[in-house]
């Protein structure tokens, strides 16, 4: 770690510390471990985790544990309102401080540095998005486009998945018109992207999608008019990906046939989006 002698002395501490629980030593790990939990009770102490996170000089386990321990200090501290919330809360300006460098991260080419900081960024989206965190749709958009970075549009798909499966009525509306040309370019562009990032991308349609189909009820013209206009390209999408040979021996084809089905399920579902689903499969035979 050539790069220690720029840290100071609290962030030497902590990438010590983080290093002796992971020491062979049960005596060592205890008391990294409870100097951490004594630590995480200080201002400052969710900022030095991100950091960790976001030093790609440092090792890349010490990295992942840091964003671990980050998604559950967010968890205790972020918001007071949640039932497991201990004292103190995350000062505003730390919070900034974590959310910048945590989306910094999340086109590194470690995919459990990926996972773990998309995990942290759906943690605190959960609470600030859209209303304290504008900037995070569009700077996944950003991502999720730059066909040069493709780490960062898996990051951006890693994390857009986590935030769809916890996604309300009152953003899936913006969200829907925005993201869905992306999400349909990655599927229809095989020779672009990989399965697992076509894969994620089609768990994410289904995960928006079944929230429409749950506003239907109440929300039949307006989500009518959402949807329709799409309808078309992603049931052509559906049925190219599900007329192919299958490939037993590859579990990633599996998955994408299995996400594909599950938004063609929709199509059957006791909601009014069902007619325009009928209707269109109807208009292509």
């Not at 790990?29 to 030095?48: D, I, M, P, T």
């Not at 460098?101 to 998309?118: E, F, M, N, P």
């Not at 759906?122 to 958009?141: C, K, R, T, V």
């Not at 949807?227 to 990906?241: D, T, Y």
């Amino acid at each position: 770690m050539s790069n220690m002698v720029n840290l100071d002395q609290d962030q030497q501490w902590l990438i010590n510390c983080l290093s002796a629980t992971l020491d062979t030593s049960q005596q060592v790990r205890s008391f990294a471990e409870a100097s951490l939990n004594q630590a995480s009770l200080q201002h400052g102490f969710g900022s030095a985790l991100a950091k960790v996170a976001a030093n790609r000089e440092l090792l890349m386990g010490l990295r992942q544990l840091a964003a671990v321990l980050l998604k559950q200090f967010i968890k205790k501290h972020w918001h007071e309102d949640e039932d497991n919330f201990e004292h103190p809360i995350v000062a505003s300006d730390e919070k900034e401080v974590i959310r910048r460098l945590l989306l910094l991260c999340l086109d590194d080419s470690h995919r459990k540095i990926c996972t773990a900081v998309s995990m942290a960024v759906a943690s605190i989206a959960h609470y600030d998005w859209p209303e304290d965190w504008p900037e995070l749709l569009p700077f996944l958009m950003k991502l999720i486009k730059d066909q040069a970075n493709m780490s960062g549009v898996l990051g951006a798909l890693r994390c857009l998945a986590l935030l769809s499966a916890d996604i309300d009525d009152k953003a899936v509306p913006s969200l829907v018109p925005i993201l869905f040309p992306c999400l349909l370019l990655i599927v229809s562009s095989p020779q672009i992207y990989d399965i697992s990032m076509r894969t994620k991308a089609l768990s994410i349609v289904y995960s928006c999608t079944s929230m429409l189909s749950t506003m239907s009820g109440a929300y039949k013209a307006e989500t009518s008019t959402l949807i329709s206009p799409m309808l078309q390209a992603w049931m052509q999408q559906f049925s190219a990906v599900l007329s192919q040979a299958v490939q037993p021996e590859d579990p990633d084809d599996w998955s994408m046939r299995m996400e594909c089905m599950n938004n063609h399920r929709l199509k059957v579902s006791k909601t009014p989006l069902k007619d325009d689903m009928i209707l269109m499969e109807r208009r292509e035979v």
